[in-house]
């Protein structure tokens, strides 16, 4: 599992493009489901915070989990001066530690992807268990392996501005499902009184699971699986969606 490191100083640039507004909207409608309209809610692979600050302002008590310290240095900037209401951790989530027990545990963006072993997504889901209050729910999104094979595979994606470019190059293994992605980024900084660009690369890899898997690794973790989604919909994944949600609950 690989961190975000340079592509942290412009991930909120080159992801201004994410209606992270409208998603909170679907994922707070799923909370409310499943009854849970207020208490403690981790986030998963923070990143930067858009979505937990969103969520925090529809009045749950958030906590933040990500293992890239340059991401939550970024979020922490975000709040206002005082204003401590999220609590941001550096931890691995194959390895989170919570203080107690939670309401839910969610994590969007395809944060869980990023788990490439399907044995760490088994720790994942032994650790939402866990850390879950009982009834408490589990809800993630996840990039469809059709997404992978079919629409993101083997294609390159550029994109610049004044700020800052990037060359996002993807290959697929359809036999192993892997997804790789690399990045080569152009940042725009400051030096001598120069503006100057600063190449960074990065090397990122997701794996590409079926539903049929997620529900065996969470049934196997004890959570029972309640609903998934088509993103952004209630109806069920067609086989080619390219993003399914999911919604697992400590019963």
């Not at 994922?27 to 998963?44: P, T």
């Not at 800052?164 to 293994?173: C, K, Y």
Request: aromatic share 12%.
């Amino acid at each position: 599992m690989r961190e975000y490191s340079g592509f942290a100083q412009v991930y909120d640039l080159f992801m201004d493009n994410i209606p992270y507004k409208k998603w909170s909207r679907y994922l707070i409608s799923l909370l409310h489901a499943q009854g849970v309209k207020d208490g403690i809610v981790a986030e998963l692979g923070c990143g930067t915070g858009q979505m937990t600050g969103l969520l925090r302002d529809a009045g749950y008590d958030m906590i933040g989990i990500d293992m890239s310290a340059e991401m939550l240095s970024i979020a922490r900037e975000k709040e206002k001066e005082g204003d401590e209401s999220i609590l941001y951790l550096l931890q691995d989530m194959r390895e989170f530690e919570l203080y107690g027990t939670v309401a839910a545990i969610v994590s969007v963006c395809d944060s869980l992807n990023y788990l490439t072993n399907p044995d760490d997504l088994l720790k994942v889901f032994k650790l939402a268990k866990n850390y879950l209050d009982p009834g408490g729910v589990m809800i993630f999104d996840i990039n469809t392996r059709y997404y992978y094979s079919h629409v993101l595979g083997d294609s390159t994606v550029c994109e610049n501005r004044e700020e800052g470019s990037f060359i996002w190059e993807n290959e697929w293994d359809d036999t192993n499902f892997i997804n790789s992605s690399y990045l080569t980024i152009y940042h725009k900084i400051e030096s001598d009184g120069e503006e100057l660009y600063e190449r960074l690369e990065e090397e990122h890899r997701q794996r590409g699971y079926t539903s049929g898997e997620i529900l065996h690794f969470a049934r196997r973790a004890g959570l029972t699986p309640v609903s998934i989604y088509e993103a952004f919909t209630k109806k069920a994944p067609t086989r080619t969606c390219e993003r399914m949600y999911f919604v697992l609950k400590n019963v």
